[in-house]
T-cell receptor, first 113, second 114 residues
Framework: AQSVTQLDSQVPVFEEAPVELRCNYS??????LFWYVQYPNQGLQLLLK??????LVESINGFEAEFNKSQTSFHLRKPSVHISDTAEYFC???????????FGKGTMLLVSP | DGGITQSPKYLFRKEGQNVTLSCEQN?????MYWYRQDPGQGLRLIYY???????QKGDIAEGYSVSREKKESFPLTVTSAQKNPTAFYLC?????????????FGPGTRLTVL
């Protein structure tokens, strides 16, 4: 069975500090990985995705994630966060050829001045 | 503008009543999905449909039903058999079914059963 683990339910950080949100998935030969962001009382928006090729993927607003096959991880990072980055972040995966996504439980990023 | 609409945004119902949540998309996507979101639980798949007149159960289908009579529409009925229906419900779509495809999400419907 597919599983996606986000170890941190909340990550508090000060503005302009770096942040890492962790995501691990159950091992599989075939894997597609996604990070979505959700602002309060809204739907989810795609932040970035890994399908194949370069293991480092970037978003337009400064986030990046690295696919690490040996550690079965897809951690999300940003070198300097803004207040506006406060939101809930979900890691999702399609593993082993499944046509649906399995989501982690989410990490709430709380950025304070 | 293309997108996914869900209505209503907030819905209140009495215990024991069936309720239908609307989901419409004008993205010309073949695949559509319903998720349930509870605090600290992430998103859990209720039902999905890869094509008109076809749908499959997800991880938590008990107490829910769906139909897919039109490509644009995928309504979800929360029946009285669902033991704990109060939650935030999200509808999504993708070009075709397949784990590599980005899913686009609607704004959600918050259902409260009194």
């Amino acid at each position: 069975a597919q599983s996606v683990t986000q170890l941190d339910s909340q990550v508090p950080v000060f503005e302009e500090a770096p942040v890492e949100l962790r995501c691990n998935y159950s091992s599989s030969v075939s894997v597609y990985l996604f990070w979505y962001v959700q602002y309060p009382n809204q739907g989810l928006q795609l932040l970035l995705k890994y399908l194949s090729g370069s293991t480092l993927v970037e978003s337009i607003n400064g986030f990046e994630a690295e696919f690490n096959k040996s550690q079965t991880s897809f951690h999300l990072r940003k070198p300097s966060v803004h207040i506006s980055d406060t939101a809930e972040y979900f890691c999702a995966a399609s593993l082993g050829g499944y046509s649906t996504l399995t989501f982690g439980k989410g990490t709430m990023l709380l950025v304070s001045p | 503008d293309g997108g996914i609409t869900q209505s209503p945004k907030y819905l209140f119902r009495k215990e024991g009543q069936n309720v239908t949540l609307s989901c419409e998309q004008n993205l010309n996507h073949d695949a559509m999905y319903w998720y349930r979101q509870d605090p600290g639980q992430g998103l859990r798949l209720i039902y999905y449909s890869q094509i008109v007149n076809d749908f499959q159960k997800g991880d938590i289908a008990e107490g829910y039903s769906v139909s897919r009579e039109k490509k644009e529409s995928f309504p979800l009925t929360v029946t009285s058999a669902q033991k704990n229906p109060t939650a935030f419900y999200l509808c999504a779509s993708s070009i075709v079914a397949g784990g590599w495809n980005e899913q686009f999400f609607g704004p959600g419907t918050r259902l409260t059963v009194l």
